[in-house]
């Protein structure tokens, strides 16, 4: 008996052919004779008397070792032809063994132990850099290595090496789940750190900048019911043979939702169950128990309208024992099927590439089609909103005079500068943060307001405050609390037009076209972005900093 959790194997018998080796064992009490192979250095057959005799006869020659590698139930099976072209330069591998996740290998080692530990590490690299799809994004595996001592080649000698291959699973296991909790971990730092912030707002350049440098992603709002597949559902009382005789017959299947008619109460695993199963006693300690005994009690719901983002930081937050888990997800509290880590993750990352080519890389805030939808959004809602176009004058001779990395840090600094206003309530004084004033994560600032880059110095504002000119004021006052930091030592008196002549002004300053609308008649992106422009230049004519408010409801401009 091999005292492992995997579904590879449980009970071998092995019997010795002349040319050929036949591996029978048994399984949940049911007996199975496998297929009669040729033998090989990479054996479909666990052990046979060649490759026990080969082991044994060279761990007297010199140290041999057997590494077991693991990968996690939701990962992609081990690449079968890599990994055979890499073993072929390998003349120190004296057997191997594989299953979909499980590897084995038996090697010949050196004897200095400096060495042998470069070797392995070597070996494992090597193996690691196989095994990950996305070199970018690896995922968690566990090695175990355990020598093979030098013994004779006797009637015990097979057994003993059974031994150290459960020793070096064992290890490979505890190795795993070490790799999986640190690899989890990590994940859950760089969300904190990517949520972090203490709202508080200072004048120096470089307090401002670290805000708005912070990554903004535009996830499109997918819900996780578009990526859940059916999942079996038995009843409380339904017994663990029962169970353990539908994942034999499934082996796609990794999880059973335990509940009355399809509200889930709980979660039987492919991983769990078979862990128990395998343990000394298992099968009679376990067999003839209802699934509501051994059941994960707390699994992770969701239901089907809840966004994938949201899904997976809370999967990834999960314990270490649930961290492979299915998601189950529900619609009106019934079960409508599960959705497996691996989907999970994939998806989300897809969703957050897509978001990555949606905003803009200076700034993260949504471009030109996420503007668009959340304009005729709000149309289409009816709701009265302003719209603020807002862009720097004199930007040209400022990236001109300074740089264009300080052009791009004034950049990043207005976007700041937009969104810490749009985060406030109108209820909140003048001058104070209000309590949603951080940077959303598609855009969206407050409860009602949202932040967009055009391109360049142009920035789309929307919001539902009905105080437009207390709102513009606040830009301007926010934007000038802070700009005179990038001047250095002096604010310039003089700044150059782009026609080369020299103007009076005291350096950069912010002009805002507002487009109000009361959500009394249709009206198009098109039109709004057509009486914006126009609104602009009105501003634009003004000396300073200053604004412009168009109201289209009456197509008069106050």
């Not at 033998?39 to 082991?55: C, F, M, T």
């Not at 007297?60 to 032809?81: F, N, T, Y």
């Not at 072209?85 to 090697?107: F, K």
């Amino acid at each position: 008996m091999i005292p492992d959790d995997s579904t590879d194997f449980d009970v071998f018998l092995f019997y010795e052919g002349k040319s050929y080796i036949q591996l029978t064992f048994l399984f949940y009490n049911r007996k199975y004779v496998g297929r009669r192979l040729p033998l090989g250095k990479w054996s479909d057959s666990l052990l046979n008397q060649d490759r026990v005799r080969a082991i044994a006869e060279g761990a007297r020659k010199g140290p041999v070792g057997l590494l077991a590698g693991r990968l996690p139930p939701e990962a992609s099976a081990w690449p079968k032809k890599k990994l055979k072209l890499w073993s072929e330069g390998r003349p120190d591998i004296v057997w191997a063994w594989l299953s979909d996740r499980t590897l084995l290998l038996a090697l010949r080692l050196p004897e200095d132990k400096r060495r042998l530990e470069e070797v392995l590490a070597r070996t494992e690299t090597h193996l690691r850099q196989i095994a990950c799809e996305r070199p970018e994004a690896p995922g968690p595996i566990g090695f175990g290595f355990v020598p093979a001592g030098a013994s004779p080649y006797d009637r015990q000698a097979e057994q003993r090496l059974l031994d150290t291959i459960a020793d070096a699973l064992s290890l490979a296991k505890t190795a795993l789940n070490a790799d999986a909790a640190k690899l989890a971990k990590r994940i859950r730092e760089r969300e904190n750190s990517e949520q972090k912030g203490d709202g508080s707002r200072d004048s120096g350049k470089d307090r401002v900048l670290q805000a708005a440098e912070a990554p903004l992603r535009d996830i499109s709002g997918m819900e996780i019911g578009r990526l859940a597949a059916p999942m079996p559902v038995m009843a409380p009382h339904t017994l663990v043979a029962a169970a353990a005789e539908w994942f034999e017959s499934h082996p796609d299947c990794h999880g059973i939702v335990v509940g009355l008619g399809t509200a889930p109460q709980g979660l039987v695993t492919r991983e769990r169950l078979n862990g128990m199963l395998a343990s000394k006693f298992g099968v009679p300690l376990y067999w003839h128990r209802t699934i509501d005994k051994i059941m994960e009690g707390a699994p992770l719901v969701a239901e089907a309208d809840v966004p994938v983002e949201t899904v997976a930081r809370r999967a990834m937050k999960r314990s270490d024992s649930q961290l492979y888990d299915a998601v189950i997800v529900t619609e009106r509290g019934n079960c409508i099927g599960g959705v497996t880590v691996k989907v999970l993750l994939e998806s989300f990352a897809s969703l957050q590439a897509e978001a990555a080519r949606r905003v803009n890389p200076l700034t993260g805030l949504p471009g030109g089609d996420s503007i668009r939808r959340e304009i005729e959004a709000r149309v289409k809602a009816k709701r009265p909103f302003s719209v603020y176009y807002a862009d720097l004058d004199y930007f040209k001779w400022f990236n001109d005079s300074y740089g264009y990395s300080a052009g791009d840090d004034m950049i990043k600094y207005t976007a700041s500068a937009l969104g810490s206003v749009l985060g406030e309530s109108e209820e909140d004084k003048p001058g104070s943060m209000g309590t949603n004033g951080a940077l959303g994560a598609n855009g969206a600032l407050g409860m009602n307001g949202f932040l967009g880059h055009i391109g360049g110095d142009d920035f789309i504002a929307i919001s539902e405050r009905s105080d437009a000119e207390a709102c513009c004021r606040s830009f301007i006052d926010r934007f000038h609390e802070g700009v005179d930091a990038f001047y250095g030592e002096a604010r310039p008196m003089t700044v150059v037009n782009r026609h080369g002549t020299k103007v009076e002004q005291p350096g950069v300053s912010l002009s805002i076209a507002v487009v109000r609308w009361d959500g009394s008649r249709a009206v198009s992106h098109e039109q709004l972005s057509q009486w914006a422009a126009a609104c602009k230049k009105t501003a634009k004519d003004k000396p300073g900093s200053s604004y412009a408010i168009y109201e289209a409801s009456f197509s008069e401009q106050l």
